[in-house]
C-alpha cells in the first residue's frame, strides 16, 4: 500500500468512483491532463463514493450553509484525489500542489469564500502534510455552477 493510500485509510477517507453525470451530460474532457511534471485537474464537484453528485445543492449562504459547503469541499478533494489516482496510477507521484482555484455557488452578500474553501484545503493538509499539500490558492465566488452543486476545485499538481 502506498503512503498516501495508507493515509487515507487512518483518516478513514474513502475515494470515489469516476463520476457518474446525471442522464443526458456529455462532458468532452479529461478530469487530468499529465504534461511534463504537472497534472493540471479539472474542475470537479463533490461526489458520493459511488461517483455521484453528493448534495446539498444550492447557494451557499441561502440554501446551503457555510459548513454544509465545508463539508462539500472536503468531497471534492476526496474527488480530485480519485481522479489523479486513477491517472497517475499511485497517489504517491504527487510532489507538491502548486495552486488551487475554488469556485463557490454564492448568494448575494455572502463573502466567507475563503472558508468555504478550507474545507479543500484542510483535507490536502491532512492527507500529505505540510511539504506536499501547501498550496497556493483562490476562493472565488460565482453566480452559478454546473448542476447546482455548491462547490467547484481545480488544481494543478506537481507530480514525479
Given at each position: 500500500?502506498?503512503?498516501v493510500?495508507?493515509?487515507?485509510?487512518?483518516?478513514?477517507?474513502?475515494?470515489?468512483?469516476?463520476?457518474?453525470?446525471?442522464?443526458g451530460?456529455?462532458l468532452?474532457?479529461?478530469p487530468?491532463?499529465?504534461?511534463?511534471?504537472?497534472?493540471?485537474?479539472?474542475?470537479?464537484?463533490p461526489?458520493h463514493v459511488?461517483?455521484?453528485l453528493?448534495?446539498?445543492?444550492?447557494?451557499?449562504?441561502?440554501?446551503v450553509?457555510p459548513?454544509?459547503?465545508?463539508a462539500?469541499?472536503?468531497?471534492?478533494a476526496?474527488?480530485?484525489?480519485?481522479?489523479?489516482?486513477?491517472?497517475?496510477?499511485d497517489?504517491?507521484?504527487i510532489?507538491?500542489?502548486?495552486?488551487v482555484?475554488?469556485?463557490?455557488?454564492?448568494?448575494?452578500?455572502?463573502?466567507?469564500?475563503?472558508?468555504?474553501?478550507?474545507?479543500?484545503s484542510?483535507?490536502?493538509?491532512?492527507?500529505f502534510?505540510?511539504?506536499?499539500?501547501?498550496?497556493?490558492?483562490?476562493?472565488?465566488?460565482?453566480?452559478?455552477l454546473?448542476?447546482?452543486?455548491p462547490?467547484e476545485?481545480?488544481?494543478e499538481?506537481?507530480?514525479?
Amino acid at each position: 500500500m502506498s503512503v498516501v493510500a495508507g493515509r487515507l485509510a487512518e483518516l478513514g477517507l474513502a475515494l470515489p468512483a469516476p463520476l457518474a453525470p446525471p442522464p443526458g451530460v456529455l462532458l468532452p474532457f479529461s478530469p487530468v491532463v499529465v504534461r511534463g511534471d504537472r497534472a493540471i485537474v479539472s474542475g470537479h464537484g463533490p461526489q458520493h463514493v459511488d461517483g455521484s453528485l453528493a448534495g446539498p445543492f444550492g447557494k451557499v449562504g441561502a440554501d446551503v450553509t457555510p459548513q454544509q459547503a465545508y463539508a462539500s469541499a472536503r468531497l471534492v478533494a476526496l474527488s480530485i484525489l480519485a481522479s489523479l489516482d486513477r491517472t497517475l496510477g499511485d497517489l504517491d507521484r504527487i510532489t507538491g500542489f502548486v495552486r488551487v482555484f475554488g469556485m463557490v455557488n454564492a448568494a448575494a452578500g455572502f463573502t466567507a469564500l475563503p472558508g468555504v474553501i478550507n474545507g479543500f484545503s484542510d483535507l490536502v493538509l491532512e492527507v500529505f502534510g505540510p511539504e506536499v499539500g501547501a498550496h497556493a490558492r483562490s476562493a472565488v465566488g460565482v453566480a452559478e455552477l454546473p448542476f447546482s452543486i455548491p462547490v467547484e476545485i481545480e488544481c494543478e499538481v506537481a507530480i514525479r
